[in-house]
């Protein structure tokens, strides 16, 4: 990066306050240059913008503001485009209010369902948390408006969040934990990147050197700040040096500290040069974005409901819904239907322009029904539910379950609502929940349920939305991004969350959410990418087209059902014999088609390189194997519609090879393997050559042959192998790259 026009211009103390914040929300400029600085602002699904009374964790309120569904739904649409629109309605917030940079989205993975703050985070799966992340990215910078990518990286718990090392291998980090903030950056380049608390594998996030430089700029040529989450900072000086250029809020020692470490010697100045270049360069690219702008507080209420509407996951339908338009009453039971849960705690917290109930909604959606509602879960509401032909109950989580700062302890609903849906189990009539909630939670109702709707935590218009899918005006569209568990302790970290405070170990490597549960075999209540709707769909004339390590899928989805809807069509690819262990299949793709009743559309999703590599630890980078791979299209990640096997060439992978590797990994390997096989073919009159050609015909002495360190191989001397030419097969492998190439 070239330095800032200004950097010659400012002082060793101006850059370094460059380099901290100005108050809480605010970056400090350069007065004596006429520079003033920007504001910045939470938050992912609104904007919490406070003029007085600073805070970091929502305890004070902000400017009202429209609230729309937080991410843990809106990634229930698998709807890029909506997110890029709910990014275009968020800008205009921010640029009317002042603010220059909005602090979202946050696209860390759902490691396990009690981390607190999962219901501001997309997924369990990198691919899709990453392609609505950079399509967020897009609405708010297409608009004027910086975003801040965050919390970079490994941040998936809040208990002891500011201290606690994550201990996580490098083929998690690459193949989980960092592809979402890949994508975003390589598809977005969003202004800003925000660091984490945490730090990873012992160093500090926001002084890692190797994430914030080699990976994130060197790596993935990203061109922005990286920020510091609020106090995340522990040595302003060693951030610096690592690549950290903003800390935040204002720090009292942070300038001091780099002063004296550039007088030491212990800062290099062009790092500080660096920093306070990008600071420069923020501020310039929010100063000409400013502007005034029109909120349209109606046109954003209803975006916030498309949102609710589309996030909404309808897990299961026997009949109950859509709801008649003439017939029975219902009866409504719980204070959700009045007073909904639409957000979460902590630093995203919203102050809504308005806020819709369900309860209202419905009355208006259906007004020639009777609807009888009750705000407790007691017995003159069963009572009233086992005489009622419809009972909707709404159910959820409180607002202290979940939150920025802490953790759950469990994925249950509270109890009395349980105990509630349980004595209705011997009704006659039909049974709908409406469940709100951020995450993952528990359904023992789901047997005597007959329809479950998940809401999420869907904003300021969840109430309207779920009358709209409740009443048929609308049919429900979205699919889960997270899978829900039968129980907490199926679930990947279970037995590693959170740690013991000091440091939390990702035990379970590469095999989180749905690549967990599909790989052991584990059954659950709702698949990853379940979501039913009032139609149904076929799919079919499945068509892959290979070109060289990519290829392109084509098929074709039919709306068989009465109902116009939407189905999001899910791609997976799975690589059944790897060298290394991988997960059954893992999505690389996904499109979302909205057809009328009878409706056909042929769909196409490109599948690059990526799609089929896997992190190899010995190549240092990804790879693709040569082989079979299997192109799966279907409605869920258990429900596949149509499949088709393709080949591909792979790569070569560099061989390590030593002495005591196997055989096998020397028969593999594409320089020396050739001259190997026909050395051994020849031993014993051509017998070690039949087996390798047909292992079938001894399995176990096959194992045995291939499976000896192929040093060992020419010390048996029950066989006639060519000792020497073996030797000589060894020594120019395992020779230094010099004495290789003289050799050859």
């Known amino acids: 990066m070239s330095l800032h026009p200004l950097i010659t211009e400012l002082t060793d103390a101006e850059k370094a306050a460059l380099c901290t914040g100005a108050g809480f929300w605010d970056l400090a400029g350069v ?8 504001s910045v602002a939470d938050g992912p699904h609104g904007l919490r913008r406070q003029d007085e009374d600073a805070d970091h964790l929502g305890t004070t309120d902000s400017r009202p503001a429209t609230c729309f569904p937080t991410a843990s739904g809106l990634a229930s649409s698998f709807d890029p485009e909506l997110l890029a629109r709910i990014g275009g309605a968020l800008a205009i917030e921010a640029r009317a209010a002042g603010v220059g940079v909005l602090l979202g989205p946050g696209v860390n993975m759902k490691r396990s369902p009690l981390c607190g703050r999962n219901f501001e985070y997309f997924s369990e799966d990198p691919h899709l948390t990453g392609e609505l992340g950079a399509a967020m990215v897009r609405g708010l910078q297409d608009n004027g408006i910086g975003a801040s990518l965050k919390h970079f990286a490994a941040n998936n718990q809040e208990h002891s969040r500011m201290t606690v090392s994550a201990e996580v291998d490098e083929r998690a980090l690459r193949e989980i934990y960092l592809p979402a903030f890949e994508t975003v950056v390589r598809k977005a380049q969003p202004w800003t ?60 020692d942070g300038p001091a500290r780099v002063l004296a470490a550039l007088e030491s010697g212990e800062l290099d100045r062009a790092d500080l ?66 007073t909904p849960r639409y957000q979460g705690a902590g630093s995203s917290r919203v102050v809504p322009t308005r806020l819709d109930n369900a309860l209202d909604a419905l009355r208006a959606a259906l007004p020639d029904r009777t609807i009888e509602y009750f705000a407790d879960y007691d017995l003159a509401a069963a009572t009233a539910a086992a005489d009622a032909a419809e009972v909707i109950v709404f159910a959820g989580l409180p607002d202290s379950a979940e939150s920025e700062g802490y953790d759950r302890s469990v994925i249950d609903l509270p109890a009395d609502q ?42 300021q218009a969840a109430g309207t939305a779920v009358a709209d899918l409740l009443s048929g005006a609308h049919s429900p569209t979205g699919k889960l991004a997270e ?40 059954p659950v209540a709702f698949p990853f990418g379940h979501g039913l709707t009032y139609t149904t769909f076929a799919y079919s004339d499945l068509e892959v087209a290979v070109e060289g390590n990519s290829a392109t899928a ?38 979302r088609v909205e057809l009328g ?74 320089v020396h393997g050739p001259t190997l096989r026909e050395i051994l073919g020849r031993a014993s009159g051509g017998l070690a050559g039949v087996l390798l050609d047909n292992p079938e015909l001894d399995f176990g002495r096959y194992s045995m042959l291939v499976g000896t360190p192929l040093n060992r191989l020419c010390r048996i001397d029950a066989v006639d192998f060519d000792v020497d030419a073996i030797n000589d097969i060894i020594t120019t492998a395992t020779a230094p790259a010099s004495q290789a190439h003289a050799a050859g």
């Open 31 to 38: 007065p004596r240059l006429g520079i003033e600085g920007i």
């Open 273 to 338: 040069d660096l920093a306070a270049s990008r600071v420069l360069t923020l501020i310039d690219r929010a100063r000409a974005s400013e502007g005034p702008a029109v909120v349209d507080t109606d046109a954003h209420h209803e975006l916030a409901r498309e949102a609710a509407r589309r996030s909404a996951v309808l897990l299961q339908n026997a009949g109950a819904l859509p709801l008649a338009g003439i017939g029975a009453p219902i009866v409504v039971c719980g204070a959700f239907a009045v």
């Open 483 to 522: 899978t829900i568990p039968l129980d907490l302790r199926h679930t990947p970290a279970y037995t590693a969350f959170p740690g013991d405070g000091t440091t939390v170990e990702y035990r379970e490597g590469i095999f989180i959410g749905y690549r967990w549960y599909e790989t052991r075999g584990l």
């Open 418 to 459: 349980v105990e509630f849906l349980d004595t209705l189990r011997q009704r006659r009539g039909r049974l709908t929940v409406v469940v709100q909630a951020g995450a993952a939670v528990t359904l023992p109702f789901a047997d005597h349920a007959d329809a479950i709707l998940l809401a999420w935590l869907g904003g």
């Open 597 to 670: 009743p009878g409706e056909s559309r042929r769909l196409r999703v490109e599948l690059d390189r990526r799609a089929f590599a896997y992190w190899h630890p010995r190549k240092g980078s990804w790879h693709v194997e040569a082989g079979e791979f299997v192109v799966q299209v279907g409605a869920s990640s258990t429900d596949i519609r149509v499949s088709q096997t393709i080949q591909l060439d792979g790569e070569p992978l560099p061989g390590r090879l030593t002495p005591t590797s196997s055989t096998g990994a020397w028969l593999a390997d594409p």
């Open 193 to 252: 990147v925000m660091c984490s608390y945490n730090r990873l594998n012992g160093t500090y996030a926001a002084e890692h050197r190797w994430l914030l430089t080699e990976v994130l700029r060197e790596e993935w040529g990203f061109q922005g700040l990286v920020v510091s989450d609020w106090f995340a900072v522990n040595d302003r000086a060693a951030g610096v040096s690592a690549g950290l250029d903003l800390e935040m809020p204002a720090s009292s």
């Open 554 to 591: 084509g098929f074709t989805i039919t709306n068989t059902g009465e109902y116009p809807a939407a189905e999001v069509a899910q791609i997976y690819i799975a690589d059944p014999e790897s060298d290394l262990a991988r997960p059954v299949h893992e999505l690389k793709g996904f499109a």
